[in-house]
């Protein structure tokens, strides 16, 4: 069955999910359906959404600690009501591991029928020079074939669900999260207030910019990037703990993987 409308959205507190999503979106035939695209990451824009069994959803989430972040486990603001769904997660180049898995499963509780799944690249948010360009033009070629092979499906009337790596076992623990960032410079501090305009979790007061509740912070380095004066960041004492353990992952994993797949 050909959709009527393919939806694509992503949650991409600093980028990279995005450009995933643009690059499966140039990737896509305009045939026969209206294309929609919209994000999710703050909170005003996680509103209720409802599918319907005419729709084709393109999902897209980034990897975190080898999972899906912390609000995306458990309460999406979507209806699927049978929508057929591409899972999709990007990560730094490092591993998604559980993740992709995990997203095929919350958005099934969610009332979507997922026929794939797939693994694309993005420059990772902690380490910037690894996989930095990515998604890049071989990325956006790979992608174009995932929307082919997923529309075909489509078409096909195909509704097996698909084996993804990992199995169906507990999925692997989350990662112990760092001290939330803060204003570590006050004298470059210009109070633009882009940090709290961007918090995906809307944890940072909007006055005075100090996380209000930093057992809810996700380390997504939103406010960190939307900083235009290099005010903020994790504690001092965080990032030198943190740079050992980060210059080995990027030594690690500095071979550049290929966007991965699955119908």
């Given at each position: 069955?050909?959709?009527?409308?393919?939806h694509f959205?992503?949650f991409s507190?600093?980028?990279?999910?995005?450009?995933?999503?643009r690059?499966?979106?140039?990737?896509?035939?305009?045939?026969?359906?209206?294309?929609?695209?919209?994000?999710?990451?703050?909170?005003?824009?996680?509103?209720?959404?409802?599918?319907?069994?005419e729709?084709?959803?393109v999902?897209?989430?980034?990897?975190?600690?080898?999972?899906?972040?912390?609000?995306?486990?458990?309460?999406l603001?979507?209806?699927?009501?049978?929508?057929?769904?591409?899972a999709?997660v990007?990560?730094?180049?490092?591993?998604?591991?559980?993740?992709?898995?995990?997203?095929?499963?919350?958005?099934?509780?969610?009332?979507?029928?997922v026929?794939?799944g797939?693994?694309?690249?993005?420059?990772?948010?902690?380490?910037?020079?690894?996989?930095?360009?990515?998604?890049?033009?071989?990325?956006?070629?790979?992608?174009a074939?995932?929307?082919?092979?997923?529309?075909?499906?489509?078409?096909?009337?195909?509704?097996?669900?698909?084996?993804?790596?990992?199995?169906?076992?507990?999925?692997?623990?989350?990662?112990?999260?760092?001290?939330?960032?803060?204003?570590?410079?006050?004298?470059?501090c210009?109070?633009c207030?882009?940090?709290?305009?961007?918090?995906?979790?809307?944890?940072?007061d909007?006055?005075?910019?100090?996380?209000?509740?930093?057992?809810l912070?996700?380390?997504c380095?939103a406010?960190?990037?939307?900083?235009?004066d290099?005010?903020?960041n994790?504690?001092?004492?965080?990032?030198?703990?943190?740079?050992p353990?980060?210059?080995?992952?990027?030594e690690?994993?500095?071979?550049?993987?290929?966007?991965?797949?699955?119908?």
């Open positions: 069955m050909t959709p009527k409308t393919l959205g992503a507190p600093t980028g990279g999910t995005r450009r995933v999503m690059a499966l979106i140039t990737g896509t035939p305009r045939e026969g359906f209206a294309i929609r695209d919209f994000e999710f990451t703050l909170p005003e824009e996680r509103r209720k959404r409802r599918f319907t069994e729709d084709a959803v999902l897209c989430a980034p990897v975190y600690y080898g999972r899906i972040p912390t609000p995306l486990q458990t309460k603001p979507f209806e699927g009501n049978g929508a057929r769904a591409l999709v990007s990560y730094g180049n490092r591993a998604y591991e559980d993740a992709l898995r995990e997203w095929r499963d919350v958005l099934e509780r969610h009332g979507f029928k026929v794939g797939a693994a694309f690249i993005a420059q990772h948010s902690n380490i910037p020079t690894l996989a930095a360009g990515r998604p890049d033009e071989r990325d956006r070629g790979s992608a074939e995932c929307m082919k092979a997923f529309l075909a499906k489509l078409a096909a009337d195909d509704d097996t669900r698909p084996t993804l790596p990992g199995g169906d076992g507990p999925y692997r623990p989350y990662g112990a999260l760092t001290p939330a960032p803060r204003i570590v410079d006050p004298g470059r210009h109070l207030g882009n940090c709290a305009d961007n918090c995906p979790m809307g944890i940072i909007p006055l005075d910019f100090v996380v209000t509740d930093p057992e912070c996700i380390a380095r406010c960190i990037k939307s900083c235009p290099g005010a903020r994790f504690p001092p004492e965080v990032v030198e703990k943190m740079a353990l980060l210059a080995r992952i990027e690690a994993n500095a071979a550049p993987k290929s966007p991965e797949w699955f119908f």
